[in-house]
């Protein structure tokens, strides 16, 4: 029984599904003792490797300040993101993860039957979002794995109020030059906001330029999302942050809740921001092993598209819900598209390779 009289689009709605833990596949499928020891989560994306030891030692420093409410408007961090991105101040916005900004904005921006358009299958808190505030989801469907630029200028109407463009995408792993991005923001009324979301932008190592310099400047209804989650290893402190129009920083800011970037996000956000250069290391260390992944699975046999993030992309179709499975049995827990694919997470050499020993396996 329903208590209260939640809002209907809320109530039909789907909750947003996290990638599953290692413990939650040993009890659904009771995976003997070696498999359970070697088992791995590579599910979410995550950053396999700790934060760097100076983020660390700043954050465990300033555990003993949370009795306190942090800095709501995040000035000093909002000051070295600008310093770093080379944009003024008043453009930059910091939320609750990056997931965090881009609900902001559709709470700022998406009235009860908007359409947002976005290429699908893509990252899966853009149908939440839309859920949320009742809007008309148009989910145009990737092209060879990538998104169909023609396909979304084309779906965009008098009634779309955002375009949200994962650039990589979750979870195929494409990613267009910010050259493409442009002909399609061209393309679009300029009172419809293009959201380029980079979570994994750290991670492309191809020249694919930067929407920050090359289309924030000339176009002001492109707003781009990134984040400390993946690359900085910072996913559980939840700090996003995006460069926008001013007027459109400002719009996103009144919805942010309050105090949603804690203080400890901050503090590890600047710390890491100073360790930049060890952190470059760490996301090395992963886009070679990206490739090597890559390299294994086609050597083997499978086709996998360009992987421009931390994560593969397996395009199985129907033998996703075959695969997929087998692969839990064994310990080895990625994630899947229900007859589409599976994506799987980059992890540490170790755990790339027992995901390819365990894959090889079952053929
Ligand atoms: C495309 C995309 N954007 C945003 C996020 C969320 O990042 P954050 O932890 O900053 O909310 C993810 C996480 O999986 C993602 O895949």
């Known amino acids: 029984m329903t208590v209260g009289r939640p809002r209907a689009s809320v109530a039909a709605m789907a909750s947003y599904r996290p990638g599953k833990s290692v413990a939650m596949a040993a009890d659904e499928h009771g995976l003997d003792s070696t498999d359970e020891a070697q088992a791995v989560k590579l599910s979410s994306n995550e950053n396999p490797y700790p934060p760097v030891a100076s983020v660390v030692k700043a954050v465990a420093a300033a555990v003993g300040e949370v009795n306190r409410y942090g800095d709501h408007g995040a000035a000093e961090l909002r000051h070295a993101l600008a310093g770093w991105l080379g944009v003024d101040v008043g453009r930059v916005v910091t939320g609750c993860g990056s997931v965090g900004l881009l609900q902001q904005l559709f709470l700022a921006y998406v009235d009860p039957g908007d359409e947002v358009v976005y290429p699908w299958p893509s990252f899966e808190a853009y149908p939440v979002d839309v859920a949320i ?42 990613a267009l030059h910010v050259d493409r991005i442009r002909s399609l ?14 979570a994994y932008r750290e991670f492309v190592t191809a020249d694919l330029g930067d929407p920050i310099a090359a289309l924030v400047p000339d176009h002001p209804n492109v707003v781009v999302l990134r984040t400390f989650s993946k690359a900085y290893g910072l996913a559980a402190l939840r700090t996003g942050y995006g460069v926008a129009d001013p007027s459109v920083a400002e719009q996103i800011d009144k919805v942010l809740i309050p105090f949603a970037v804690n203080h400890l996000a901050q503090v590890g956000s600047l710390a890491a921001i100073a360790a930049r250069d060890e952190v470059q290391v760490v996301i090395d260390r992963l886009t070679s092993e990206r490739d090597r992944v890559a390299v294994a699975l086609r050597d083997a046999g499978w086709e996998v598209p360009d992987a421009h993030a931390n994560f593969v992309w397996l395009p199985l179709g129907e033998r996703t819900d075959e695969v997929f499975p087998a692969l839990e049995r064994r310990g080895v827990v990625v994630r899947p598209f229900p007859g589409v694919g599976i ?3 980059i992890g540490t050499p170790a755990e790339n390779d027992r995901f390819l020993e365990v894959l090889a396996d079952l053929d």
Not at 137 to 161: C, F, I, N, S
Not at 185 to 198: F, I, K
């Open 185 to 198: 923001v061209e393309r679009v009324p300029d009172d419809v906001l293009v959201v380029v979301d980079e």
């Open 133 to 174: 505030t009742a809007a008309t989801e148009v989910a145009v469907p990737l092209a060879g794995h990538t998104a169909d630029l023609d396909a979304l200028a084309e779906a965009v109407t008098r009634r779309t109020k955002l375009v949200v463009l994962a650039n990589p995408n979750n979870p195929t792993g494409t």
């Open 343 to 345: 994506r799987v997470t």
